[in-house]
């Protein structure tokens, strides 16, 4: 299928001359109307009409049972008969080229049956139950899916609904969509003959909507083909500047990509690797996003080279073997074999330059790998069918469909339309969520994963992970390292979402504006909109004390009758910067009227000292267990934190001496603890209490500097 557009409103494309001799012959498809107006063939007989689909479809799948095909048109052709599209063309000729390209593509005999009834249900008296009987439940469900809800019953939402239904049966069967993308190709061809105000509006749903589901299928024949159509008419200056600039190519005398490819040609026979080199010239689109970014164009910008080979390690000799003879511009290389792009796509993409500048890019794969990069999901012919090598296998059954390979984009799609409170918020929000075009991989700590569009952050993590159980989620570890929720992620990061137990947690207004996937935005917003008189910043600490409290107040020095020191009649008093306690190593040192100050080894003030000189004092511990420790908690905010939290010290022994906890920032909150222990061996215990308190993530020893 040729990946050229036509604008409706001027003549065709310029093809090269090599291009155009590889070019299946055009198929007439007045002609082909003309031929379903003059009676039905014999019985049995394959009609001559459908005759071009037998063909397309034979090449993918030579032994399949044309005789669903047969009755399929008949039904078609009889149901449609003597209604006329606005070209002036029977309509029968719309079913048949929709069916045309999903044949070309390789789509399985049900999608071709259900293609060329997919408009009888919806504009004629053929019901659903009777494309049940003839045909079976699976072409009843794609004919279903692709029906259109009828503008009386639902108005001006009858469209986006029409889309959500069309989405939902997608998410069971992405033939739906397929056969769906195909009806929009051909409706794009033919647009010519409407007003210039409904091929815009046409024209941009296509672009926002039909074209972005395009490319997360894989079925970049369509999309591009699309892309072109639209280019031509929401943009028609610069696609006629477009037109001109390969029509001067095209009319080059020399070819660099042919002496390229002769080059490539040559390397891959000496090393003895079987493979196919073709010139792939770029569509209109793509010339187009070319010249804006590189300005003048040069002979080579206006295609690539593809390189079909057999196997996969294949690929990797073709690419070791340009590297090796051609100059290879080593920042254009990527690996989509190894790391497969979220909607199927792998190929190898590297570029190699020419002596006087050029540099020609070249996609390596393997015949299949090309098949799936045209076709995408249409490729994967029925993925329903069962294992015909397993035993016991069968088919769904009705209403229990389920594609246990539905891409996680398009699961994640079908979570948040539910939430979508009315017509309006889903449609603008499937054109948002389809602008997002490429999607990242990020790593649970339980070694499963979460696939999200680029761009999304801890919340978006979280409500994907929880759903709307995320309400309660007060942070997260990225890459073992603390994060706020804002914080954005990337490609491979590990992301631990820290939940709070608390069932009065709320989300925060602010996680708004951080939340970048629909399911995060709409939970949020539903969540707001039934508390509105909630004005209680969610997440802040709330201070309820389970028992008195001490005003904060500042550490004093204090003295230690526990401690031996090697100076009589020293008074010794422990450091307030970092509250050693048995049985930390320490070390002292002589201060004013002969007191003797005990530091941790590992203190700052240590370091200090010594580096001014000042002697140290042998100290050790005495007998005596019972210590005081300052404690530092690092946790995120969120009500009666701090009830818990003293609570928690409360009932490990601690008395508390003193405590401050400082305003919130960016959701974290500092509390500093100063305790009484009775015995210092209790003291890991409480540190591991404080730990565990829902919303704390750190407790460490005071180190103050």
Same mark, same amino acid.
């Given at each position: 299928m040729?990946?050229?557009?036509?604008?409706?409103?001027?003549?065709?494309?310029?093809?090269?001359?090599?291009?155009?001799?590889?070019?299946?012959?055009?198929?007439?498809?007045?002609?082909?109307?003309?031929?379903?107006?003059?009676?039905n063939a014999a019985r049995g007989k394959l009609p001559d009409a459908i005759g071009h689909v037998a063909e397309a479809h034979r090449a993918h799948y030579p032994d399949a049972d044309l005789e669903p095909l047969r009755r399929a048109y008949v039904l078609a052709e009889s149901s449609h008969r003597g209604q006329m599209r606005k070209s002036g063309e029977p309509y029968i000729t719309h079913p048949l080229a929709v069916t045309l390209i999903l044949a070309e593509l390789g789509a399985e005999t049900t999608t071709l049956t259900a293609s060329l009834l997919h408009d009888t249900v919806e504009d004629t008296d053929?019901?659903?139950?009777?494309?049940?009987?003839?045909?079976?439940?699976?072409?009843?469900?794609?004919?279903?899916?692709?029906?259109?809800?009828?503008?009386?019953?639902?108005?001006?939402?009858?469209?986006?609904?029409?889309?959500?239904?069309?989405?939902?049966?997608?998410?069971?069967?992405?033939?739906?969509?397929?056969?769906?993308?195909?009806?929009r190709l051909h409706n794009m061809r033919t647009l010519g003959v409407m007003r210039p105000e409904k091929q815009e509006r046409i024209a941009k749903v296509t672009r926002d909507v039909l074209i972005p589901l395009a490319e997360r299928l894989g079925v970049q024949a369509l999309k591009t083909e699309l892309e072109d159509l639209v280019f031509a008419i929401l943009h028609p200056e610069e696609y006629a500047h477009t037109r001109e600039l390969i029509a001067e190519n095209a009319a080059r005398a020399d070819d660099p990509l042919a002496v390229i490819s002769d080059e490539v040609r040559g390397v891959l026979r000496e090393a003895d690797i079987p493979a196919e080199v073709l010139i792939r010239p770029r569509h209109f689109v793509s010339v187009h996003r070319v010249s804006?970014?590189?300005?003048?164009? @040069?002979?080579?910008?206006?295609? #690539? &080279? !593809?390189?079909?080979?057999?196997?996969?390690? %294949?690929?990797?000799?073709?690419?070791?073997?340009?590297?090796?003879?051609?100059?290879?511009?080593v920042s254009e290389f990527k690996d989509f074999i190894a790391v497969p792009k979220f909607n199927l796509y792998q190929s190898l993409h590297t570029a190699v330059a020419r002596a006087d500048g050029q540099v020609a890019e070249v996609l390596i794969r393997t015949h299949q790998m090309h098949k799936v990069a045209e076709a995408g999901v249409v490729a994967l012919g029925n993925p329903y069918a069962p294992a015909a090598d397993v035993p016991g296998s069968e088919a769904p059954a009705d209403g229990e469909?389920?594609?246990?390979? @539905?891409?996680?984009?398009?699961? #994640? &799609? !079908?979570?948040?339309?539910?939430?979508?409170? %009315?017509?309006?918020?889903?449609?603008?929000?499937?054109?948002?969520?389809l602008a997002q075009d490429r999607e990242i991989t990020?790593?649970?700590?339980?070694?499963?994963?979460?696939?999200?569009?680029?761009?999304?952050t801890c919340v978006d993590a979280a409500y994907a992970q929880y759903g709307e159980d995320?309400?309660?989620?007060?942070?997260?570890?990225?890459?073992?390292?603390?994060?706020?929720?804002?914080?954005?992620?990337?490609?491979?990061d590990t992301v631990q979402l820290l939940m709070g137990q608390d069932p009065a947690s709320e989300p925060s207004r602010e996680w708004l504006e951080h939340a970048h996937t629909p399911a995060a935005r709409i939970a949020i917003q539903r969540w707001l909109a039934t508390h509105p008189d909630s004005t209680e910043e969610p997440h802040a600490p709330v201070a309820v004390p389970t028992?008195?409290?001490?005003?904060?107040?500042?550490?004093?020095?204090?003295?230690?009758?526990?401690?031996?020191?090697?100076?009589?009649?020293?008074?010794?008093?422990?450091?307030?910067?970092?509250?050693?306690?048995?049985?930390?190593?320490?070390?002292?040192?002589?201060?004013?009227?002969?007191?003797?100050?005990?530091?941790?080894?590992?203190?700052?003030?240590?370091?200090h000292m010594k580096g001014t000189g000042r002697p140290e004092t042998a100290v050790s511990w005495g007998d005596s267990t019972a210590c005081r420790v300052t404690?530092?908690?690092?946790?995120?905010?969120?009500?009666?934190?701090?009830?818990?939290?003293?609570?928690?010290?409360?009932?490990?022994g601690a008395e508390i001496v003193s405590a401050t906890v400082e305003p919130p920032s960016q959701q974290r909150v500092r509390h500093t603890y100063t305790v009484e222990l009775p015995d210092a061996a209790h003291l890991p215990a409480l540190m591991r209490a404080m730990r565990n308190v829902a919303g704390v993530y750190d407790v460490d020893r005071a180190q103050h500097q």
């Open positions: 040729s990946a050229e557009a036509t604008n409706p409103a001027t003549p065709g494309p310029v093809v090269p001359t090599a291009a155009r001799r590889k070019a299946r012959p055009r198929i007439d498809l007045r002609r082909l109307g003309r031929a379903a107006l003059l009676g053929v019901t659903l139950d009777q494309v049940r009987e003839q045909f079976g439940e699976e072409v009843r469900y794609l004919v279903d899916g692709v029906t259109k809800l009828e503008k009386v019953d639902y108005g001006a939402a009858a469209e986006p609904e029409t889309f959500r239904k069309m989405l939902v049966a997608t998410g069971s069967d992405v033939r739906v969509m397929s056969i769906k993308l195909a009806d804006r970014k590189r300005g003048e164009l @040069r002979g080579a910008d206006f295609g #690539r &080279l !593809l390189v079909l080979v057999n196997e996969d390690a %294949d690929c990797y000799a073709v690419l070791g073997e340009l590297h090796t003879c051609l100059t290879p511009v469909r389920a594609d246990p390979t @539905r891409p996680g984009w398009l699961s #994640r &799609l !079908l979570d948040w339309q539910k939430a979508a409170p %009315d017509a309006d918020t889903f449609w603008s929000t499937l054109r948002e969520d990020v790593f649970r700590p339980d070694g499963g994963t979460l696939g999200l569009p680029e761009g999304a995320a309400h309660a989620c007060i942070g997260a570890r990225v890459n073992g390292r603390l994060a706020t929720l804002s914080t954005v992620l990337k490609d491979g028992r008195p409290i001490p005003e904060p107040q500042a550490p004093t020095p204090r003295t230690a009758s526990a401690m031996v020191v090697d100076r009589p009649d020293a008074t010794v008093r422990l450091a307030g910067c970092c509250t050693p306690v048995p049985p930390d190593e320490v070390t002292g040192f002589a201060v004013r009227g002969g007191v003797v100050t005990v530091h941790r080894v590992a203190c700052a003030s240590v370091a404690l530092v908690a690092e946790s995120f905010g969120r009500p009666h934190l701090l009830a818990d939290l003293t609570e928690a010290m409360a009932q490990e």
